[in-house]
């Protein structure tokens, strides 16, 4: 059986297999760049993080939140930060730390990462993450991944295991498998509500159907000031096949240099890669020498002059935390001393 067939036998199993899911209240509006709102200052968020995640753009509102959506993105972002912060606590290193936060969200279908991720035009899921270590600038990513349960684990393997720095598709999915990494067929990815998307972008005849808010990242500081930062993403609803984001991209929506800043972003993709939004926060810092804040919303400005919208978290190795965003956007951090806080509700 050909690659494309094979692809799409999985993508018709996929919408009669029903996984279930927690329910995810995606929107599939289509929004385009048109009149988006100015990028808001936010200030600096807190002080002494260790590590710290998102999960996409659009925040709850907590009138309309059913309760036990909300006592399920507490738990995720709960289990990611804590999975992070036991290996900085172990002694152990950025890049692992935010590896293990990364794996967990990519298992819970809240977000559009691993299980949960969106489809493509062509009713399939198509996914990009990447993974970065400030100690040496080094990167692993992967994009158009179908088949591994765990894309930041693959492009972690490109990163330890090949003089490559990015690599795609069938290649990436036998690369990993070759290696070890655990695979799974199309139909682990799917969930009613990623699939109802789709048919509601299809119906309206939308190219995508909008950002969304579920790409997932991680950022952290180890005992050894060093910085790292991870990106993991399903893409836009009803993407063209093949579509790659910023989220694979070291310095559009991955970026580590332990001297200055780890940066994770979420939002639309292109805008991020045109404005080069996680890289411009490093340059920020170094060549105009503002603070993790600042640099961080000049950064932001860049992906709003572009017309786009999104967040970034960005993180210095003193533990200085910031979040600029257009819009809203939902996140957690956890402080040298283990305490949680979780931000996933605009009101």
């Known amino acids: 059986m050909s690659s494309v067939a094979k692809r799409r036998s999985l993508a018709v199993l996929s919408c009669v297999i029903a996984v279930p899911a927690l329910v995810l209240g995606v929107s599939s509006a289509s929004s385009?760049?048109?009149q988006k709102p100015a990028a808001q200052p936010s200030g600096?968020?807190?002080?002494?993080?260790?590590?710290?995640?998102?999960?996409?753009?659009?925040?709850?509102?907590?009138?309309?939140?059913p309760p036990e959506l909300g006592a399920a993105y507490e738990a995720m972002f709960q289990e990611a930060t804590q999975a992070g912060y036991r290996v900085l606590h172990s002694g152990g290193r950025a890049?692992?730390?935010?590896?293990?936060?990364?794996?967990?969200?990519?298992?819970n279908p809240l977000c559009n990462a691993g299980r949960g991720a969106v489809f493509n035009e062509d009713g399939e899921n198509q996914l990009d993450a990447s993974i970065m270590d400030g100690s040496d600038l080094d990167v692993g990513a992967v994009a158009g991944v179908?088949?591994?349960?765990?894309?930041?684990?693959?492009?972690?393997?490109?990163?330890?295991?090949?003089?490559h720095v990015l690599i795609a598709g069938e290649g990436a999915?036998?690369?990993?498998?070759?290696?070890?990494?655990?695979?799974?067929?199309?139909?682990?990815?799917?969930?009613?509500?990623?699939w109802d998307s789709l048919l509601e972008a299809k119906k309206n005849a939308a190219s995508v159907s909008?950002?969304?808010?579920?790409?997932?990242?991680?950022?952290?500081?180890?005992?050894?000031?060093?910085?790292?930062?991870?990106?993991?993403?399903?893409?836009?609803?009803?993407?063209?096949?093949g579509?790659?984001?910023?989220?694979?991209?070291?310095?559009?929506?991955?970026?580590?240099?332990?001297?200055?800043?780890?940066?994770?972003?979420?939002?639309?993709?292109?805008?991020?890669?045109?404005?080069?939004?996680?890289?411009?926060?490093?340059?920020?810092?170094?060549?105009?020498?503002?603070?993790?804040?600042?640099?961080?919303?000049a950064a932001i400005d860049r992906v709003a002059r572009v017309g786009g919208e999104g967040a970034l978290i960005a993180l210095d190795h003193d533990g200085e935390f910031t979040v600029p965003r257009i819009g809203t956007a939902k996140y957690a951090w956890v402080t040298n001393s283990g305490d949680v806080e979780t931000r996933f509700y605009r009101n």
């Not at 968020?45 to 309309?64: I, K, M, N, Q």
Request: proline fraction near 2%.
């Open 32 to 34: 385009g760049w048109a």
């Open 95 to 107: 890049v692992d730390a935010v590896q293990a936060a990364i794996v967990v969200m990519e298992d």
């Open 146 to 163: 179908e088949n591994v349960k765990n894309p930041i684990k693959a492009a972690r393997l490109v990163m330890d295991k090949s003089p």
């Open 44 to 65: 600096a968020e807190a002080h002494d993080v260790s590590l710290a995640v998102h999960c996409g753009t659009a925040a709850l509102d907590r009138a309309e939140t």
């Open 243 to 297: 579509r790659v984001g910023d989220s694979p991209i070291a310095g559009a929506g991955t970026y580590a240099d332990s001297q200055f800043v780890a940066v994770s972003g979420t939002g639309t993709g292109e805008a991020f890669i045109r404005a080069n939004a996680a890289r411009e926060v490093a340059v920020q810092m170094e060549h105009r020498g503002l603070d993790v804040t600042r640099a961080a919303q």
């Open 173 to 194: 999915d036998d690369f990993a498998a070759r290696n070890g990494i655990e695979m799974v067929t199309q139909d682990y990815y799917w969930t009613p509500e990623r």
């Open 210 to 241: 909008g950002e969304e808010h579920g790409t997932v990242g991680a950022i952290a500081v180890d005992s050894h000031g060093d910085l790292a930062a991870a990106t993991s993403t399903g893409g836009l609803t009803n993407k063209m096949v």
